[in-house]
């Protein structure tokens, strides 16, 4: 029956059965295969879909879970400032010194110190 209505337009009797790689039975399976084939490739097509769909989640799931783990742990490392940036490499360069009980606090950059330390050097071995 189901041959039947797939050939139904056509005036070829189906009783008969074709031998096959035959010239009849490569036109029966031309006929017959390009529903089929839409068929798979719809079947395909949804399967591929649902694989992208898949992966795209599995994927933004864990990159947030990755983000997220690693936000907390800049968060942990340098509150208020991102790492190497501008403000962190001026922060790393300032130097605190201890005010001995005093409420004046005094900021000294390394650059400074070394220049000091260079001029006294210099200083005492010339005559």
Partial sequence: MGL????????RSLRRQESN????????MLTLLPTLRKKQKRVHKMQRKIERNFRRTVCLAF???????QRQ????ASPGVRPRSTAWKA??????????????????SNKMQRVKIENRFSEGLVP
């Fill in 73 to 76: 742990k800049a968060k942990l």
């Fill in 91 to 108: 922060a790393m360069l300032t130097v605190i010194p201890p005010t001995l009980g005093r409420n004046e606090t005094a900021f000294y």
């Fill in 4 to 11: 039947r209505r797939a050939y139904k337009g056509q005036k």
């Fill in 63 to 69: 990159s947030r879970w990755a983000s997220g783990t």
């Fill in 21 to 28: 790689r035959s010239a009849a039975w490569k036109a029966a």
